[in-house]
């Protein structure tokens, strides 16, 4: 359920619907192919039973091969996903909830990027869709 939005400060892919390895694979795989900086807005994948962090882990390492420009993390598992990036050198945030992120998206992002909002339905990360589509023109 890729939905592009195209702005002329940033272009926005909203992939907030539903979240699993496979699907944040390859939309990493095709955000690796834009031209300009690449920026990887992720929210938790839920209900993965006891394997959370490994998953989390996998995406980590998954953001690094493809030469992301930027992670931006939002929730508990996701963290994994940040620490993994983080300690391989990618700049990368972790946020609490949707609301301190979007405080600080404005500072983070620059003209030109193409942002993919991707997480479980239920992380709700479509109040920071909304508030880029806002931005973005």
């Known amino acids: 359920r890729l939905e592009l939005f195209k702005g002329s400060n940033y272009n926005i892919i909203d992939d907030t619907y539903n979240a699993s390895l496979d699907s944040v694979n390859n939309a990493l795989s095709m955000l690796s192919k834009i031209n300009g900086r690449s920026v990887f807005i992720f929210g938790d994948i839920l209900e993965l039973d006891n394997y959370g962090k490994e998953i989390h882990e996998k995406i980590g390492r998954s953001v690094i091969s493809n030469n992301i420009g930027l992670l931006l993390t939002v929730g ?4 994994y996903t940040h ?3 983080y300690d391989s050198g990618i700049l990368a945030y972790h946020f609490k909830n949707n609301d301190d992120l ?10 030109g990027d193409t942002i993919l909002v ?7 990360l479509i109040e920071i869709v909304e508030y880029l589509k806002k931005k973005a023109n």
């Not at 508990?76 to 963290?79: A, D, G, I, K, N």
């Open 118 to 124: 991707k997480g479980s339905h239920a992380m709700n």
């Open 76 to 79: 508990e598992l996701s963290r």
């Open 102 to 111: 979007i405080q600080k998206i404005d500072d983070l992002t620059d003209h």
């Open 83 to 85: 620490n993994i990036v």
